[in-house]
């Protein structure tokens, strides 16, 4: 089945700083999707991106699909950004909507 | 909220009870998920439906039950679990299984004692 690989695993940002997560894949993917998990367990949707770029905001991601991997962006961080950061991808060649989730960037922002 | 409704947000259980978890979503999709996250292991799916059928069971033992009764509600029946099945239960929602965004709902967290 498809890899998901991020990095880094663990990352330490002050308040206002910028950050750069990746996310690689062993396959080719048409439904990438980037979340956040907040301390409380709550999954939330950052981004819905198997290409291009996108930006919400203080966050951005973009995907090459061509060359497996995706980027997420975070400027200026907040303390509220502190959590898990997940990307996913559909395995196409495995259970239908199996959402293949990587081990995920724990982020902590301290102010 | 997210327009995923999970309740309830916290259960502890014997290893004799049955129980159930109980999820609605809001969104008018027509694909619904179980996903379990364990302490230390990726997320990982339980069960899809879709149009109200199932359509993957990914080899989880009988004590898990799903139930899709319509498209906005889904169920997770819980009966003679184990300490090891103690985690986060996460529905999630999508229109369609293969090309768009799904949406969690904030998860059950499940203590078997």
């Known amino acids: 089945g498809i890899q998901v690989e991020q990095s880094p695993p663990d990352l330490i940002l002050q308040e206002g700083a910028n950050s750069t997560l990746r996310c690689n894949f062993s396959d080719s993917v048409n439904n990438l999707q980037w979340f956040h998990q907040n301390p409380w367990g709550q999954l939330i949707n950052l981004f819905y991106?198997?290409?291009g770029t996108k930006q919400n905001g203080r966050l951005s991601a973009t995907t090459v699909a061509t060359e497996r991997y995706s980027l997420l962006y975070i400027s200026s961080s907040q303390t509220t950004d502190s959590g898990v950061y997940f990307c996913?991808?559909?395995?196409?060649?495995?259970?239908?909507?199996?959402?293949?989730f990587g081990k995920g960037t724990k982020l902590s922002v301290k102010p | 909220e997210t327009g995923v409704t999970q309740t309830p947000r916290h259960l502890v259980m014997g290893m004799t009870n049955k129980k159930s978890l109980k999820c609605e979503q809001h969104?008018?999709?027509?694909?619904m998920y179980w996903y379990k996250q364990s302490a230390k292991k990726p997320l990982e799916l339980m069960f899809v439906y879709s149009l109200e059928e199932r359509v993957e069971n990914n080899s989880v033992p009988s004590r898990f039950s799903p139930e899709c009764p319509n498209s906005s509600h889904l169920f997770l029946h819980l009966h003679t679990l184990q300490p090891e099945d103690s985690a986060l239960y996460l529905c999630a929602s999508s229109q369609g299984t293969l090309t768009s965004g799904y949406t969690f709902g904030s998860g059950t967290r499940l203590t078997v004692v």
């Open positions: 996913a991808v559909v395995d196409y060649g495995g259970s239908q909507g199996n959402l293949i």
């Open positions: 969104l008018g999709h027509n694909a």
């Open positions: 991106i198997p290409s």
